[in-house]
C-alpha cells in the first residue's frame, strides 16, 4: 500500500516562500505520478502541479505557473513555493495515481493515494 506523508506547512508573509515535501513509501516513484493538490476554506480540491513517473513532463495550475516548482528526489517529491500569495492559503495534499491508470495526474476524484495535507497559511 503507497504511502504519502507532507510536510513543510507554515505560516509566511506575502511575497515569502516555502518548501513542501512528499515522502513516498511502499513504492517506487518510477512506477506514479504525483500531484500537489489544495483545498483552500468553502473551496473544491484543485490540482496545483503533476510531476510523471518518468520525472517529465510536469505541469502546473495556471495560478502558481511561474511561482511554484516541482521536483522529485529519490522518494520524495517536492513543491518549491516562491512569491506566495494570500490566496495560496489552503490545506496542501499530494496525491499518486499508478502509470498504468493515466500519463499524468487526474482530477481529484482520480487519484488513488493521498496524504494527510499540510497546511499553508500566507499572511501580515
Known amino acids: 500500500q503507497l504511502q504519502l506523508v507532507e510536510s513543510g506547512g507554515g505560516l509566511v508573509q506575502p511575497g515569502g516562500s516555502l518548501r513542501l515535501s512528499c515522502v513516498v513509501s511502499g513504492g517506487s516513484l518510477d512506477y506514479y505520478n504525483i500531484g500537489w493538490f489544495r483545498q483552500a476554506p468553502g473551496k473544491q480540491r484543485e490540482g496545483v502541479s503533476c510531476?510523471?513517473?518518468?520525472?517529465?513532463p510536469t505541469s502546473y495550475a495556471d495560478s502558481v505557473k511561474g511561482r511554484f516548482t516541482i521536483s522529485r528526489d529519490n522518494n520524495m517529491v517536492n513543491l518549491q513555493m516562491n512569491s506566495l500569495k494570500p490566496e495560496d492559503t489552503a490545506v496542501y495534499y499530494c496525491?499518486?495515481?499508478?502509470?498504468?491508470?493515466?500519463?499524468?495526474?487526474?482530477?481529484?476524484?482520480?487519484?488513488?493515494?493521498w496524504g494527510k495535507g499540510t497546511l499553508v497559511t500566507v499572511s501580515s
Open positions: 510531476i510523471s513517473s518518468s520525472g517529465s
Open positions: 496525491a499518486a495515481v499508478h502509470l498504468t491508470v493515466a500519463t499524468m495526474c487526474l482530477p481529484p476524484d482520480g487519484m488513488n493515494y
